[in-house]
């Protein structure tokens, strides 16, 4: 069933994400991170979140886009701006990783801190 799982959100994503810039295939671990490593933000990363949760009828209606995701083209004003204002800083975000997801579709729903504490994420 765990291998199910897992060869079902893989293809998921690489149904979702296409093919990298560069050409090759797409490198998917469950510890693959969105942000970093897939390359996944903003409107993309919501959208993508909200299609899986919809695809795999998991409940995940409170999920904390903000917590995961940065907003789309503003990562260069936003780090200068916190470089300047202590206030304006935000606070570093979580890696989102395809892990993550694979336990929240085990589950049946989206639960922040029961699935960051299985798969060593930083439940705050």
């Given amino acids: 069933m765990e291998n199910d799982i897992w060869n079902r959100l893989e293809a998921f994503t690489r149904e979702e994400l296409g093919r990298p810039i560069l050409g090759g295939p797409l490198k998917l671990t469950p510890s693959s991170r969105f942000e970093e490593d897939l390359g996944v933000t903003g409107l993309d990363a919501v959208e993508f979140i909200d299609k899986w949760a919809v695809t795999f009828n998991v409940q995940a209606q409170s999920f904390p886009y903000r917590r995961y995701f940065g907003p789309e083209g503003q990562q260069l004003l936003s780090s200068l701006i916190g470089l300047v ?20 579709m085990r589950r049946g729903k989206w639960d922040t801190e029961e699935i960051e504490a299985a798969c060593g994420g930083a439940a705050a």
Avoid: W
């Fill in 85 to 104: 204002s202590k206030r304006h800083r935000k606070p570093d975000l979580v890696p989102l990783t395809l892990g993550m997801l694979a336990e929240a």
